[in-house]
């Protein structure tokens, strides 16, 4: 991997790190647990910008990264972060890579449905009621929401063609 490369995956895991943190900090929007998932406008550009690899390093950086600096490593909530983290990027990857027909937004969305998806798997693990199940729809319509946000954010920012210049200028 370039050095170049290596560190614009640097600069983008930095990023994540922050915004979650930063994220973790403000109220559920409305619905207990809804968050707006800001950190994915970073998984999106990454992905979409250097790769499935870079873009797995983000994200799993990212989650391991702000549980441990909020001291919720091990945790129910960060196990429902990380499974939410990996159902999330592994739906997008299919999308973006197999089924070509999604914009960014589209592949937003369902990213975002599939995060919550993890997460009420793991709850309801965690908590050993099916009744958990009932809160899908809520938390799902609230997903569509603002993985439309997400989308397009990253998709604007993509279009600046920042990480597009660099990896023109250094040939990544």
């Not at 960014?104 to 793991?122: P, Y």
């Not at 938390?139 to 990253?154: F, P, R």
């Amino acid at each position: 991997m370039n050095v170049h490369k290596i560190a614009i995956t640097g600069i983008l895991t930095a990023a994540a790190i922050i915004i979650g943190i930063v994220e973790s900090f403000i109220p559920s929007v409305g619905i207990p647990g809804v968050k707006l998932g800001l950190a994915n406008i970073v998984i999106l550009i990454t992905l979409y910008e250097l790769g499935i690899i870079e873009a797995l390093f983000v994200d799993l950086a990212r989650v391991f990264i702000v549980g441990l600096l909020r001291g919720t490593i091990f945790t129910m909530g960060f196990f429902m972060s990380l499974t939410g983290a990996i159902f999330s990027l592994g739906i997008m990857i299919l999308f973006y890579l197999l089924i070509k027909k999604f914009s960014i937004i589209g592949v937003s969305v369902i990213g975002a449905i599939f995060h919550v998806v993890g997460q009420i798997l793991v709850a309801w693990v965690f908590l050993s009621t099916p009744y958990i199940l009932y809160y899908l729809p809520v938390i799902a319509i609230s997903a569509i929401i603002t993985g439309i946000g997400v989308g397009l954010v990253a998709n604007l920012v993509i279009k600046t063609g920042v990480i597009k210049k660099q990896r023109e200028k250094y040939n990544f």
